[in-house]
């Protein structure tokens, strides 16, 4: 079955500019999580929506970041003004249900790299 | 603060071979310990999870033991193969949504 969905795979862009990375999650999940993974390094937990909404915004590293999700699925993650430091792999996962014993499954990411 | 510490950060073993990955955590309120594999260029994959009511899990050649006063849990591979050349994470949750990772640990299974 389709499984979590992220898109690009892979986005080079210059120092500076606006960068959009998209997830589908699995059908039925209504939780979903936005991770960053830097070369070598664990998940950096980012944030969580339950449906629409997003109760735990506290992973965010800067205000210029910022993510919203529409219809309960598609979610979108956007870096304003990227800085070089935001290169690194930006992993989406999803979930049945937001309680801690659901597995999440991830995509395969969206690997960034700032010029 | 760390909130789960993972160790060893790389791991070499012989096919054949028994890998031990050890994690602790700060919280005594977490309530979901998964671990997760990742290969190159893929995303981390669900290899096996256990709650604190059990002490220990097995599935196929993957044990999980958990030892809640020491607040530590481990991921036994047995008869490691090549193919098991991967990252493992462990992780904890509480109920509530947030997971808490620790740093990987890179494994190489030498033929």
């Known amino acids: 079955g389709a499984g979590v969905s992220q898109s690009p795979s892979n986005k080079v862009t210059e120092k500076g500019k606006d960068v959009e990375l998209r997830c589908d999650p699995i059908?039925?999940?209504?939780?979903l999580y936005w991770y960053r993974q830097s070369l070598g390094q664990g998940l950096e937990f980012l944030i969580y929506?339950?449906?629409?909404?997003?109760?735990?915004k506290s992973g965010l590293p800067s205000d210029r970041f910022s993510a919203e999700r529409t219809g309960g699925s598609v979610s979108t993650l956007t870096i304003q003004r990227t800085q070089q430091e935001d290169s690194a792999v930006y992993l989406c996962?999803?979930?049945?249900?937001?309680?801690?014993?659901?597995?999440?499954?991830f995509g395969d990411g969206t690997r960034l790299s700032i010029l | 603060q760390q909130q789960v510490k993972q160790s060893p950060q790389s791991l070499i073993v012989q096919k054949g071979g028994i890998s031990i990955i050890n994690c602790a955590y700060e919280?005594?309120?977490?309530?979901?310990f998964p671990w997760y594999q990742q290969f190159p260029g893929k995303g981390p994959a669900l290899l096996i999870a256990?709650?604190?009511?059990?002490s220990e899990k097995k599935e196929g050649r993957f044990t999980i033991s958990f030892n809640k006063s020491a607040k530590q849990f481990s991921l036994h591979i047995m008869d490691s193969q090549p193919g098991d050349s991967a990252t493992y994470f462990c992780a904890a949750s509480l109920t509530g949504n947030q997971f808490y990772f620790g740093t990987g640990t890179s494994l190489t299974v030498i033929p």
């Open positions: 996962a999803s979930s049945l249900a937001g309680t801690g014993n659901q597995p999440q499954h």
């Open positions: 929506f339950q449906g629409n909404s997003a109760p735990d």
């Open positions: 919280n005594t309120a977490f309530d979901y």
């Open positions: 256990i709650r604190p009511d059990v």
């Open positions: 059908s039925g999940h209504t939780a």
